[in-house]
């Protein structure tokens, strides 16, 4: 019989710097949050649709009527569409402005909401090729259209500039103004509830600081002074406020010292703001104070690929207290890996992102789950079509089959108009077929009453939309698949808590969980920090235990240095961690491994 039993219990987080031996916190994990300083697995997550053309770095939300509002931004289109409370989506809809927009590799997109007094709310999007450097001089275009609609966004007027105007950097919405800012620290606002006027009666700009400004949010104000507004240039922070007359605003610099990682790495929860600096963790609730990381500071920034530092992201899950940054861990090009900062714990821990990784990110607050985009294009689909040969003998209505590629679906389209002798002089996308490889222009049909048209068809291989928190699950379309979640204990060593050289001894694990499905317990360890580890076992514990034997799990293991990882990989699998105990005596004195 064990001579103690003691519980199995790590501080909360997962310590990645430094040394396993040295910390208290847990030391490895995957998908698992910690809450109550306990663990549990995070949330599933489902693919609600799969046809957005361009792979997003930017998404802006906004709730009306039960229903979610998406407008995506990548580097060669602006997509909307819209998500109701049962995860349902509408098609996309194509609002890519048709003139005054440069197609680039390196765009980025900001977007904000807001009201316009003719006509009504309005998105505003502003786009410049900051993918490869925060600190691009080049581009910037400004656009605005209706935000609940479905038209092609449109440039704002070159006369309703000012002659210095430049957008390089972003827009944000301090309402009723507009903000645009760019190089230089300029920054220019709009007549008030007139987005697309910035020379009008109550216009104006500014050059407020040296560098250029990159990102822009609404700050509550006091009496007086709203709107205000936080601006980040690459090197310093700064406040600003309203306080009417000549001036219409007022400009503060609260910091010189300061430094934004990426545009999109900013974050508000509960009105206080968070980001990442090129070489910490930052935060303003008044003043800029560091963010104390003693967990994962070097994991992060140590793997970071700084090249594609701009594709830092952040988003929140308020219900669990966290903050999200995704960013390109190691060689990795796109965002694959997150490290958390739970706000309410007070901790930090991190995670690989699912399926490759994740695009960009948003939390609505009404949908009340974030939504994230992937980054495996999939297979090709039918996106645009045009005539290249009418031929004769068709109706209205006749379903065309393409000929040609390779792929379990073929594309199909519907005859929409034609001229006297049955010439197809008008036709749709009725089906986006499905393709590994994509037939040669012009493509041939099938089906119809004629025969011999042609046509020439627009393939793209297309990103997913997830929603995220979404049961226990990866669900994509009809396939759903388990989530491996697994965390693993800190040392338990005699050595140090009891000052007797000997190892330690496990004969039994009481488990203690809040669980759905199996889950796995293995002892892992070693003799001494430099020796190799040994993992046991891998030993099953069901959700419900249907023998005596079951209630527990019976082990015959020694570590000098010992620690426990639970995990859980089956379909509903969940889990939340209790007190559990493990039986445990003295083992032999060997410190070599």
Known sequence: MAKQIVTIRSQPGIKRDGTKFEGDQYVDGQW?????????????????????????RAIHEYTQDSLTYLHLGSAGSVERLYIDGSFNTSVVTDRTPT???????????????????TDGNQIVGQVAPNLNCICNSLGGELFTGDLLGTGVLTAVPALNKPANFNSAGGVVSLAPYTFVFGNDGYVAWSVPNAPDDYVGSGAGNAFVTSQKIVKGMTLRGGPGNSPSGLFWSADSLIRVNFIGGTAVFQFDTI??????????????????????????????NGVVREIPNNLNLNFFFDNLNDAQRQKVF???????????WCFPKGTSDEPNHAVIYNVRENTWYDTPLPNGGRGAGAFPIVFNRPVMTGIDPQNFIATAVSINTASTGYVVGNTLTVVGGTGPIDAELTVSTVNGSGGVTGVSISNVGLY??????PVAVTGGAGTGARFNITFVR??????HEAGTNEIDGTDLQPILSFFETGDLSLPTVGSENRALQVLM???????SGDMTLQVVGRANARAAEVAGPIMTFPAVASTPQEQVVFLKEQRRELRFRFSSNTLGGDYQMGQVLAHVQPGDGTTLG
């Not at 698992?32 to 997003?56: A, C, D, H, T």
């Not at 590994?436 to 222009?441: L, R």
């Not at 297309?462 to 929603?467: A, Q």
């Not at 694990?509 to 669980?515: G, K």
């Open 462 to 467: 297309p990103y997913k939309l997830w929603v």
């Open 436 to 441: 590994t490889s994509v037939p040669a222009n």
């Open 32 to 56: 698992v949050r910690f809450q109550r300083g306990l663990p549990r697995k995070i949330g599933g997550y489902r693919s609600i649709n799969k046809y957005i053309e361009g792979l997003p």
């Open 255 to 284: 910091s010189t010292q300061t430094s934004i990682l990426s545009a999109n790495c900013v974050i508000e929860y509960d009105g206080i703001f968070y980001w990442i600096g090129t070489d910490r963790f930052l935060m303003f």
């Open 314 to 324: 952040a988003v929140k899950v308020p219900r669990y207290g966290e903050i999200w």
């Open 509 to 515: 694990i009481e488990p203690d969980f809040v669980q």
């Open 99 to 117: 003139s005054g927009f440069t197609v680039n590799a390196e765009n980025l997109w900001q977007f904000a909401a807001a009201y316009d007094t």
